[in-house]
C-alpha cells in the first residue's frame, strides 16, 4: 500500500530518509516476489516427481492390483 507524501513541509534530512524508506520497501517487495517465484517453483518440481514416480509404479504393470477379481455384490 502506497500513500502520498507531501514534500514540501519537509527538511532535506527527512526527504532523505523517506528515500531510504521507500528504498527498502521496494527491496522487500522484490524479495518476495522472490521468494514466491521459489516456492512456485519448488511446488512444481516436487509435483512432477510424484508424477513421475506415479507414472512408473503404472508402467510396471498391475502387481498387487485386485482389478481382475470379481466384486462380491
Do not use: F, V
Not at 514540501?8 to 526527504?15: A, G, I, N
Not at 512444481?44 to 513421475?52: G, N
Not at 510396471?60 to 477379481?69: D, E, F, N, Q, V
Amino acid at each position: 500500500m502506497t500513500h502520498h507524501w507531501d514534500y514540501s513541509d519537509k527538511t532535506k534530512s527527512e526527504r532523505r530518509e523517506r528515500g531510504r524508506e521507500k528504498k527498502k520497501e521496494r527491496m522487500g517487495q522484490g524479495k518476495k516476489a522472490k521468494l514466491w517465484a521459489q516456492i512456485i517453483q519448488d511446488r512444481a518440481e516436487e509435483a512432477k516427481r510424484l508424477e513421475d514416480i506415479r507414472t512408473a509404479e503404472e508402467a510396471k504393470g498391475p502387481r498387487g492390483s485386485r482389478k481382475h477379481l470379481p466384486s462380491h455384490s
